[in-house]
């Protein structure tokens, strides 16, 4: 197997969404997954995730030809993690209609030796003692990125806050940095936050976009302006997928890198919304994305 920089552990899933412009019935969905479909436009993609023995072939299919190594996708006999949500008009807030983890609830990540050296490794939102049993199998990676949600910080604070002290980069929303932080302000927020390991934080803030802080600078971008927007689902890990893909291009982690990842992520979750589940990422082209980043530089230049 050729060695992949960027390792990604998280969820392939079945999604059942409905927005006021549409909707799909078990289309291909999870963190992993929308990460994976991003992120290889910079940089090659290997997941590790579990699915049922009744999920689609046509989809690992979809993903290998992609260019994303799926050798680390367990098939275990079962169902596959599912999950069934809403949009109204107002498609910052996900309605959740069902949840069903199935095979992922005993989902326990092996990293195969050849994985082991990656030098880039993206923790999806998994329970993060999971994610930890990650990093130790990990050899010493040069960087790691964690995601999580309100789920773990009320569940699990003490697992992530460990975890945390291994992490470079922490990805969240306003609303789980404040629940993380106990600070209602995103500066003070951020600085509880910070003060707990990481050399970056990036609070996503959906239609609204990203705020990048670190101890040395703060970086505002706003999310990309579209005239259509069909189904946000996975947005935030096509975000992390380009951020970090765009990161394993350079070798440092300075304020000029970061702005031209955020800029890159947000391109990214942009065409991501553009159509349900990975339609619009599996037929985009790189010449697309260099397009809109230059538009997005000319939207935000004054």
């Known amino acids: 197997m050729k060695k992949n920089p960027i390792l990604a552990v998280g969820s392939v899933a079945l999604d059942t969404v409905k927005t006021p412009f549409g909707r799909v019935n078990e289309a291909l969905g ?3 997954t929308y ?6 436009f910079f940089s090659p993609v290997s997941v590790i995730a579990v699915v049922g023995s009744d999920f689609p ?3 690992l299919e979809a993903m290998r030809l992609l260019g994303v190594d799926t050798s680390g996708i367990e098939v275990q006999k079962g169902k596959t993690f599912r999950w069934s949500g809403f949009y109204d008009f107002d498609l910052n807030t996900a309605h959740t209609l ?3 983890l199935n095979v992922f609830q005993h989902f326990r990540p092996k990293v195969s030796p050849e994985a082991r050296s990656s030098r880039y490794v993206f923790l999806a939102n998994i329970d993060p003692e999971l994610q930890f049993t990650v990093l130790n ?3 010493d990676p040069w960087l790691v990125a964690c995601d999580t949600m309100n789920f773990w910080i009320e569940n699990k604070r003490k697992a992530l806050q460990k975890l945390l002290k291994k992490v470079d980069i ?3 929303n306003d609303a789980e940095a404040r629940e993380l932080s106990g600070e209602y302000n995103l500066i003070r927020a951020s600085k509880r936050i910070l003060s707990f390991g ?7 803030k959906g239609e609204h976009g990203v705020i990048c802080f670190s101890k040395d600078f703060i970086f505002l971008a706003p999310a990309y302006l579209l005239e259509k927007v069909f189904d946000p689902t996975g947005a935030g890990d096509s975000f992390a997928g380009g951020f970090i893909g765009y990161l394993t291009r350079s070798p440092r982690l300075n304020e000029s890198v970061v702005r031209q ?8 979750a942009s065409y991501n919304v553009e159509s349900f589940s990975l339609n619009r990422l599996v037929d985009l082209k790189r010449v697309e994305i260099e397009r809109r980043y230059r538009h997005f530089r000319r939207l935000t230049r004054f």
């Open 261 to 268: 990842a955020a800029i890159y992520g947000s391109v990214l």
């Open 170 to 172: 922490f990805l969240c």
């Open 137 to 139: 199998q990990v050899h």
């Open 35 to 40: 990460f994976s479909a991003s992120a290889r």
């Open 198 to 204: 990481p050399r970056l934080l990036l609070i996503k």
């Open 57 to 59: 072939g046509k989809h």
């Open 30 to 32: 999870g963190s992993a």
């Open 98 to 100: 069902r949840t069903e």
